[in-house]
Nanobody
């Protein structure tokens, strides 16, 4: 079964950069897709979890409008790692970031399509 573990995160000032990594294990075919999603610090209606970026093991990517041009998702196939490079960070990017995986090849941003989640890593962007 697929398993994922996140690394990275931390605190940065607005305009700064952070890199998150998601190590994927348990794939017997090498076919999988990974979604990075986030949950804002204070969840409230309209502030729920948001799919940020997704990538398939074939390299197809998709981004939420809120991060296009600032975040880049990439796949290191040699190490079964999916990286999320986050640039020009804003305070509203703060939250807990999770990676999630599925043994399918797509780039959907729908959280329900990815059954295997990690424990999450914290990102804090200050003004």
């Amino acid at each position: 079964q697929l398993q994922v573990v996140e690394h990275g995160g931390g605190a940065v000032q607005a305009g700064g950069s952070l890199k998150l990594s998601c190590v994927v294990s348990g794939s017997t075919t090498g076919v999988y897709s990974v979604l990075w999603f986030r949950q804002a610090p204070h969840q409230s209606p309209g502030n729920e979890r948001e799919g940020v970026a997704a990538i398939s093991s074939a390299g197809s990517t998709r981004y939420a409008d809120s991060v296009k041009g600032r975040f880049t998702i990439s796949h290191d196939s040699d190490n079964d790692t999916v990286n999320l490079q986050m640039n020009m960070l804003k305070p509203e990017d703060s939250g807990t970031y999770y990676c999630a995986a599925v043994s399918m090849r797509w780039n959907r941003l729908v959280l329900g399509d990815y059954p295997k989640w990690g424990q999450g890593t914290q990102v804090t962007v200050s003004t």
